[in-house]
């Protein structure tokens, strides 16, 4: 952790300062020690330089195994291919010029993918991840001198509200237990005029017959580590023959997407090692979350609106995709 994180941080019980406390530091991170409330007392440890808010154990323990277990998979800088910066620039509607030099939150950051392109458009960027993942994500991102991360709940941040000027939750809010409270949440924490980008997967008839949904109730309930041994065994066959589904005429591509497994072949230029690591990697991360709810458009604006942000807008594109503005301040507020 860095010192200067702290400005941002308060205690997320009581909202009081927070008081950096038994520190071990090298060069200008703190690699542990407490932070303690000057409100009410609690302490919250650093551990491997990231403030920690939450349980070790708690519902996101399959996304903290899998980020750990993937760490780079997804990082434009290791592919080699600029898949996580198109899908940033492309749903966020943003560009570089907009967040250089800007406060930038990335809630649900996992291992870094969406954070590491902010960074390299000269943002500040705070991550927070709810699991373990936070760990993978300090260690692929570490070497920036604007880059923080914070382990904690998107429904009590250790953070003071509206201080960021561009927020964003991609690939994240389905798997929360609330998914309204996390949209209501996560707008809380723009700045004035401000803006916010977030996803869910849309609910309709092509998600409701998804292999995934009648599959979950029985993945949700093994243990991630079994879950991801049987993923990672089966997933070499079942992308074999999802290949050659997509290789019958007319019905093909129609066949290949009862097949429960991720195959990019003809999304995305990956190599053959790259379609067999995305396909174990995004088949496991649609079987373990223990949450999943798809949402509807007129849901996801009407939580938009409701959260009091102006030029909404809700577009779907693959996943469904809200866009909104903070109101700036009137005189008189």
Not at 112 to 127: I, M, P, Q, Y
Not at 198 to 226: E, M
Request: a positive charge.
């Amino acid at each position: 952790m860095k010192y200067k994180l702290l400005v941002l941080l308060c205690c997320p019980n009581c909202r009081s300062d927070l008081l950096l406390v038994d520190a071990k530091c090298v060069g200008e991170e703190v690699e542990s020690g407490d932070l303690r409330c000057t409100g009410c007392g609690r302490y919250y440890p650093i551990v491997g330089y990231v403030p920690r808010f939450v349980p070790t154990e708690n519902y996101a323990g399959s996304f903290g195994f899998q980020w750990n277990r993937f760490r780079r998979t997804q990082l434009d800088s290791f592919s080699g291919l600029p898949i996580s910066r198109d899908r940033f620039f492309r749903q966020t509607g943003w560009s570089p010029m907009d967040i250089a030099g800007k406060s930038v939150l990335d809630l649900g950051c996992g291992a870094g993918r969406f954070s590491e392109v902010a960074l390299s458009c000269g943002a500040t960027v705070v991550a927070v991840d709810y699991s373990s993942a936070v760990d993978a994500c300090w260690q692929n991102l570490r070497s920036h001198l604007n880059f923080h991360v914070i382990q904690a709940d998107i429904y009590t941040l250790p953070l003071r509200p509206g201080k960021f000027e561009f927020v964003y939750c991609l690939g994240v809010l389905q798997h929360t237990p609330d998914v309204k409270r996390a949209v209501m949440d996560a707008a809380a924490q723009i700045f004035p005029q401000g803006r916010i980008v977030v996803d869910v997967y849309p609910r309709n008839i092509r998600s409701a017959l998804h292999p995934k949904t009648w599959l979950r109730p029985i993945t949700t309930r093994i243990d991630p580590v079994r879950l991801f041994s049987l993923v990672e065994r089966a997933t070499p066959s079942l992308l074999s023959f999802s290949r050659r589904c997509d290789r019958v005429p007319v019905m093909g591509r129609y066949i290949r997407r009862l097949v429960p497994v991720a195959n990019y072949e003809g999304v995305y230029p990956l190599s053959e090692n790259q379609l067999l690591e995305w396909a174990t990697l995004d088949t496991y991360d649609m079987l373990s979350p223990r949450y999943d709810q798809p949402q509807t458009p007129e849901r996801l604006y009407a939580w938009l609106t409701e959260a009091g942000l102006e030029d909404v807008e809700v577009i779907e594109a693959g996943l469904l995709t809200g866009r909104g503005r903070k109101p700036a301040l009137r005189a008189f507020d």
